[in-house]
């Protein structure tokens, strides 16, 4: 099984509509982000979150919100789709504890579509 | 605010032959340094890492990258590529003050037979 979980892998939605992509992840990680890749783009943080108390806007956060339900658990929303916000969205964990250096466990990618 | 430069949109590189993807950066104090790779319709993988140290790191899949300090630069090498290599590489920083983690706009890699 993935450490790092996303879903639903592919959504196609229509504009104004509200969808959530849900990460979970097993790894133990208190540190979970959320990013999304464009082509020509690459990757653009959105949101963080350090712990269930601790979250952070990234660099594009306008027109998203998260919720970090449990340590495992950290949900992107989209309150109103619109088509600029297709994507496709990544979930990471990362544990920067003594003797690890933060680097990041993806996940397999969120591909969403919004017409 | 830290970035991540990587100049080139597409590399191509005969097998056999070795291969340079650049990354430049900005960050202030001390920088941690990564390289990932993406193979299609997969998340990004981690490859090597720079903390602190020896200017040369080594990674996976033969994989290794120079640390720069003075030309604020962290190029991902390998001294024979292989036909395998061809993917999407991302060089990225992360900023110890608010542990940002930010990535560069990718590169192309190809190995052509």
């Known amino acids: 099984d993935a450490d790092v979980t996303q879903t639903p892998r592919n959504r196609i939605t229509k504009t104004g509509k509200r969808i959530m992509l849900e990460c979970s992840q097993t790894k133990g990680h208190d540190r979970m982000y959320w990013y999304r890749q464009d082509p020509g783009l690459g990757l653009r943080l959105i949101y963080y979150?350090?712990?269930?108390?601790?979250?952070n806007k990234g660099e594009i956060s306008d027109g998203y919100s998260v919720s970090r339900q449990a340590q495992a658990k950290f949900s992107l929303s989209l309150e109103s789709a619109i088509p600029n916000q297709t994507a496709l969205y990544f979930c990471a964990t990362s544990d920067p504890g003594l003797g690890n250096t933060g680097e990041l466990f993806f996940g397999e990618g969120s591909r969403l579509t919004v017409l | 605010a830290q970035s991540v430069a990587q100049p080139e949109d597409q590399v191509n590189v005969a097998e056999g032959n070795p291969l340079t993807v650049k990354c430049t950066y900005s960050v202030s104090g001390n920088p941690y340094l990564f390289w990932y790779v993406q193979y299609p319709n997969r998340g990004l993988q981690f490859l090597l890492k720079?903390?602190?140290?020896?200017?040369l790191v080594k990674g996976s899949y033969g994989f290794e990258a120079e640390f720069n300090k003075s030309q604020t630069s962290f190029h991902l090498k390998k001294p024979s590529a292989l036909v395998s290599d061809s993917a999407l590489y991302f060089c990225?920083?992360?900023?110890?003050?608010?542990?940002?983690?930010?990535f560069g706009k990718g590169t192309r890699l190809h190995i052509l037979p």
């Open positions: 720079y903390i602190t140290g020896d200017n």
């Open positions: 979150s350090f712990d269930v108390k601790d979250i």
């Open positions: 990225a920083v992360r900023d110890i003050r608010d542990d940002k983690i930010i």
